[in-house]
């Protein structure tokens, strides 16, 4: 069982021209809650449900700081199984577990073979304008497959999820099939459909000018937080406002998943600004050297891409994805990458398709079924990906 991970935590890459969605958690006690209640997804949790049985001869913790080793080590054995493309090193993730909203000994768990690691699950939890909702992230070592765990760690994201008043979203790869028949098996309907799209720096770039008016701010070398952090934070979470999944990011946040990141690279990062320095657009590019070690290719990672609403329609998103690409070639770099809702409003997907990106792969999020229909996002099969083009 793989549940998406989207290279990089936040639960959004690229897109708004505005949004695309990237990351999740799950862990959770084990012991009953003090009464019977109702969570928001239509089940009932806490006592006097019994708490899901771990398969004999396996354990279970938290998951601590000084897990990212051997956290590492487990991802690596799942994505040659899975293939998913996504690479982590000790380094990436033990930033992970440093996660200031994270909740290690609620929202973590770390299902052990002796003292290995055999599967693993976090949540996380995002205010969103609906309500809150828990993401997941989990795995389970391919030899220990079919033995219950996957559905182990699913019934107690939903139990963390229910005593947190919270919906769950699983995000899962559309071609891993265990995990898929997980997902349905457990009643969850598909919800929502994600592109990983690729493009092949080889081929030449041909950059787009800057809408009139505005102008392009390099990031980097030599990122200046004190500078940016707050103007960029405050555009990408306007610029995400009512997208799938997304939620406001505090300024610690922020500067953890994004500009504070091992992976950022602000050299091929931008913004876009009026003349009196607002932001309007901005994307924040990414490199992960574990993806790197591992493929023998440099990729430039488009982690987020936002354009102010009021600015969109004005090509800001595809002139800045330009610049970045071009930079990106100067470096090096063999490729790029990102990811992108497909029912994204503000027509990213189309954005994304003429800068010549590609799809090399997809995943699908899944909803309970019992969800409230006022709390539920459309519902349907694979959508068309000819998105209108905006930004």
């Known amino acids: 069982m793989t549940i998406t991970r989207a290279q990089r935590r936040p639960t959004q890459h690229a897109c708004p021209l505005a949004a695309v969605g990237e990351p999740l958690t799950i862990a959770c006690s084990t012991a009953t809650s003090p009464g019977p ?166 081929r030449p770039v041909e950059p787009a000018p800057l809408a009139e008016g505005l102008e392009l701010h390099l990031l980097g070398p030599g990122y200046d937080a004190v500078r940016w952090d707050e103007p960029l934070r405050a555009a990408r979470n306007a610029s995400f406002t009512g997208h799938f999944g997304s939620a406001p990011e505090s300024a610690d946040t922020f500067a953890h998943h994004r500009t504070g990141s091992r992976a950022f ?58 610049h970045a690409l071009l930079r990106a070639q100067e470096q090096g770099f063999g490729s790029s990458s990102l990811t992108v809702d497909e029912e994204n409003a503000t027509g990213a997907l189309g954005v994304y398709t003429r800068a010549g990106y590609g799809v090399a792969s997809r995943a699908v999020t899944y909803v309970p079924t019992l969800w409230p229909a006022s709390r539920r996002f459309p519902v349907r099969e694979s959508p068309d990906s000819g998105a209108r083009v905006d930004g």
């Open 37 to 202: 209640r109702q969570g928001v997804d239509g089940r009932r949790y806490g006592s006097p449900v019994p708490p899901p049985v771990l398969p004999a001869a396996l354990q279970h913790r938290p998951m601590h700081p000084d897990d990212a080793p051997a956290w590492a080590d487990l991802l690596a054995v799942i994505e040659e199984v899975d293939g998913t493309g996504e690479h982590h090193s000790a380094a990436d993730l033990a930033r992970e577990l440093a996660d200031p909203d994270l909740d290690l000994d609620h929202d973590s768990v770390l299902v052990l073979d002796g003292g290995r690691p055999v599967a693993y699950q976090v949540l996380r939890l995002r205010a969103g304008p609906d309500g809150n909702v828990v993401h997941t992230d989990g795995g389970v070592h391919p030899a220990f497959r079919a033995r219950g765990l996957g559905s182990y760690l699913l019934d107690l994201a939903q139990r963390r999820a229910g005593d947190l008043d919270a919906g769950l979203q699983v995000r899962v790869p559309a071609h891993v099939a265990d995990a898929v028949a997980l997902a349905e098996g457990a009643g969850f309907v598909a919800a929502r459909w994600w592109s990983t799209l690729h493009r092949d720096l080889t």
């Open 265 to 322: 690279r602000s050299e091929c990062s931008a913004a876009a600004c009026t003349p009196d320095g607002q932001v309007v657009g901005f994307l924040l590019a990414f490199e992960y050297d574990a993806r790197t070690a591992a493929t023998g290719n440099r990729d430039l990672y488009v982690m987020t891409v936002g354009t102010l609403e009021p600015w969109r329609g004005r090509g800001i998103g595809g002139a800045l994805l330009g």
